[in-house]
């Protein structure tokens, strides 16, 4: 990002250009914008790593040109991160909860004192209720995720309302609260998911941060690298929190104290969105 003006905003004011195929030395336009009140920006969305082939790298472009679009067109239905004035960051964990990853998470998160968002299945919810009831006695946001974790794209709108409110539903027998917060499985919408989520009453908040701590074979220097050389005030940094990535516990406290060291607050989405979370 340069001059305070995303990729997004670049290729929006440059409608010719195919961001997968830039040629150097094209001309292009950089669009002026006024963000002084620090709550209209939209972030370009950060994090990479070259363990991927190139089609899932293609792929990852296209789905951040598409979302970050569909954010700017709906901003008060899609968040990609909070405002930028202040420097707070949000750890946000997918996926959970299970009995390996996410009480070892917890359990990092106890000893450096910070607060976080996890984004738990309702499937897992009810599978993994002890975890679930811990995480929200800690005082970390529990959100939605979905039940089953489909693809919400391929879906038709009755069964993407129904998978979020059986979820709500399992949240509430659980932890006692209604999730007005989701995040779509693969960060996947459309306007027929973004339907589904208002006639819900619900947002959806994606990332801004992606440290890829899901590719395989990723190493856990490129996963801490990826939070820490890409910050900005305001991220939402997208991590997960079930069996198969016992990397993210040897990335967490790292990434945590080098957060803390760049002088950032780590706060749960309530805290960095400044809008109700729960129904």
């Known amino acids: 990002m340069r001059l305070g003006v995303s990729i997004q905003q670049i290729l929006d004011a440059n409608p010719n250009i195919n961001p997968l195929n830039l040629i150097p030395g094209t001309n292009i336009s950089i669009p002026l914008v006024d963000y002084s009140d620090g709550t209209k920006k939209i972030y370009n969305i950060l994090g990479s790593t070259t363990v991927l082939s190139q089609q899932q790298t293609d792929n990852i472009t296209r789905w951040r040109y598409n ?9 008060d239905s899609i968040i990609i991160n909070g405002p930028i004035l202040e420097k707070q960051v949000c750890l946000t964990f997918d996926d959970g909860a299970d009995l390996v990853i996410t009480p070892k998470v917890l359990d990092l998160l106890n000893k450096y004192n910070v607060k976080a968002s996890f984004f ?29 974790h489909p693809n919400f ?3 038709g709108l009755d069964y993407i309302k129904r998978e979020i409110l059986m979820t709500e539903d399992r949240f509430s027998q659980v932890i006692g ?4 917060i989701i995040r779509p499985p693969f960060g996947s919408i459309d306007d027929r998911v973004l339907s589904a989520f208002r006639e819900t009453n619900n947002k959806a908040v994606i990332w801004s941060i992606d440290s890829m701590d899901w590719a395989q074979n990723i190493s856990k220097d490129n996963i801490i690298r ?17 069996s198969t990535l016992n990397l993210i ?10 957060l803390k060291n760049k002088g950032y607050k780590l706060v749960d989405i309530g805290e960095l969105l400044n809008i109700p979370i729960y129904k």
């Not at 993994?128 to 929200?136: C, G, L, T």
């Not at 609260?177 to 007005?180: H, Q």
């Not at 990826?226 to 079930?242: E, F, K, T």
């Open 67 to 75: 979302i970050i679009k569909l954010a700017n067109d709906n901003p």
């Open 120 to 148: 738990f299945t309702g499937h897992n919810v009810d599978k993994y209720k002890d975890v679930a009831i811990r995480a929200n006695q800690e005082g970390h946001s529990l959100l939605s995720h979905s039940y089953y």
């Open 153 to 155: 794209a391929k879906e």
């Open 177 to 180: 609260k209604r999730p007005a």
């Open 226 to 242: 990826n939070v820490l050389n890409n910050v900005r005030p305001g991220d939402i940094v997208l991590m997960h929190s079930y």
């Open 249 to 258: 516990l040897e990335a967490l406290p790292i990434i945590i104290l080098g």
